[in-house]
């Protein structure tokens, strides 16, 4: 007997004019007494709506903390983030999981696609699950705009690596969410295949109006974004519009090695 699938509501877009997300305050601590270490420090962040930031610092600077927190993917010890009016404290695990499956993308460095299904039932899978049929037309464009329509029939070990990404990249943006925060997304690509998903986040951004959110530690990745947020200490300790790979990797040697800054470029 097929099981009955439950459908869920989606969670409703925030009004016009709210940021995509935003933080106040945010405060990480993990251990305590002698073990203890702040990875975020009362950090005031936004992301405004159809804007590309990147987010960049040394090893232990706080950068994947502050995204994984932002997204509702790990609890803040203090603080508030919102995604778009949704203040996530305020949620329950339920709401939660919904405003992630409604209002949030996510691209991780492993594209965490299952692998007995093809490239299309990988890019639809959250809308399945969630019982809600895909906006055809934007799916369309999505699917056109990753280019690989001729391989949606494909399974991801007939893929390689950059498709598989791209795949990911599409499942993001999928269910049209408010915010897209992708983690170190063309850490395991050469790259060719690098330069091709952050191209198609930057279309995502400019043409359909996207915000995306990429921690990298990749200064000709994180060219491809608006702008550049530097993280220090658990701090936010500068900010670079229209960024080239030049002017970030001169900005990154103002780090010691131990990630402490040592100069304000």
Known sequence: MTPVQQTYPAVPAAPAGVP????????KVYGRGDTRVTALDAVDVEFRRGEFTAIMGPSGSGKST?????????????????????????????????????????????????????????ITLPMDIAGRAPDRAWLDEVVDAVGLRPRLGHRPTELSGGQQQRVACARALAGRPEVVFAD???????????????????????????????????????????????LADGRIVDEMTSPTAERVLDRMKAFDSAGRVVEVG
């Open 20 to 27: 995509a997300a935003r933080g106040r305050a945010l405060t």
């Open 66 to 122: 502050l995204m994984h927190c932002m997204a509702g993917l790990d609890s803040l010890t203090s603080g508030q983030a919102w995604i778009g009016d949704a203040e996530l404290s305020a949620l329950d695990d339920t709401g939660l999981t919904r405003l992630r499956r409604d209002r949030v993308g996510f691209v991780f460095q492993a594209f965490n696609l299952l692998p007995t299904l093809t490239a299309l039932e990988n």
């Open 184 to 230: 170190e997304p063309t850490g395991n690509l050469d790259s060719r295949s690098g330069g091709s998903v952050l191209s198609f986040l930057r279309s995502s951004v400019r043409e359909m109006g996207q915000t995306v959110v990429m921690v990298t530690h990749d200064p000709v990745a994180a060219a491809y974004a608006d702008r550049v947020l530097f």
